[in-house]
């Protein structure tokens, strides 16, 4: 079956640094790529998301690139703040439900 | 708008009993999944209702249940609860079905099984 696979951390980091979190996925057809982020005590939130290969997603300054040869979609931003510190969630859809990963919990230190 | 509102934000029950969860989607959404989040397990898919009807159902045991009122409100049922049931319940709404559509998720109903 659908499954996505993800550095699972936690991952600590100084604010300013650069992040990126891993997300690998293997899925029948052509699914479409989420990232959702999590603050404590809150559901999840879409932060970006891609349809299609080599489609971009972008939103406060993350990043994800879809990546058909090599199944990835990975999350960067070039300069990560305290209040980025949340746990990360990359997912697919292939037109019935989500598939999760199993999180990555960022911390930014000030 | 409003967004996805989740009754009760917190349960605590007894093993052996059952619980009724809820959920109001966003207003025009005709969507609404159930998704179960635990640590062990992270984020699986337990339904998802469409237009009051069943679409796809997740790998849970039959005591786990739902259904939708023509309002497009959820409710979901758990009985004979156990230990392991212990877990944050999330609803998430859409406007539509698909791959590309946006799910909107509310802020989760944690249930502790006791």
């Known amino acids: 079956g659908d499954s996505v696979t993800q550095m699972e951390g936690p991952v600590t980091l100084s604010e300013e640094a650069f992040l990126t979190i891993n997300c690998t996925y293997t899925?029948?057809?052509?699914?479409?790529l989420f990232w959702y982020v999590q603050y404590p005590g809150e559901g999840l939130q879409l932060l970006l998301k891609?349809?299609?290969?080599?489609d971009k997603g972008s939103n406060k300054g993350f990043e994800a690139t879809y990546r058909k040869e090599t199944t990835s979609f990975h999350l960067e931003k070039g300069s990560v703040q305290v209040s980025d510190s949340a746990v990360y969630f990359c997912?697919?859809?292939?037109?019935?439900?989500?598939?999760f990963g199993p999180g990555t919990r960022l911390s930014v230190l000030p | 708008k409003a967004g996805v509102t989740q009754t009760p934000r917190y349960l605590i029950k007894t093993r052996g009993q059952q619980v009724t969860l809820s959920c109001s989607p966003i207003?025009?959404?005709?969507?609404v999944s159930w998704y179960q989040q635990t640590p062990g397990q992270g984020l699986q898919f337990l339904f998802e209702?469409?237009?009051?009807?069943?679409?796809n159902k997740g790998n849970f045991p039959g005591r786990f249940s739902g259904r939708q009122f023509s309002n497009s409100r959820s409710e979901m049922n758990v009985s004979t609860l156990e230990l392991g049931d212990s877990a944050l319940y999330l609803c998430?709404?859409?406007?539509?079905?698909?791959?590309?559509?946006?799910?909107?998720f509310g802020q989760g109903t944690r249930l502790t099984v006791v």
């Open positions: 998430a709404s859409s406007g539509s079905r698909g791959k590309n559509t946006e799910a909107f």
């Open positions: 899925a029948t057809g052509y699914p479409s």
């Open positions: 891609a349809t299609k290969a080599d």
């Open positions: 997912a697919l859809h292939h037109g019935q439900n989500f598939v």
């Open positions: 207003s025009g959404h005709r969507s």
């Open positions: 209702y469409f237009s009051e009807t069943q679409r």
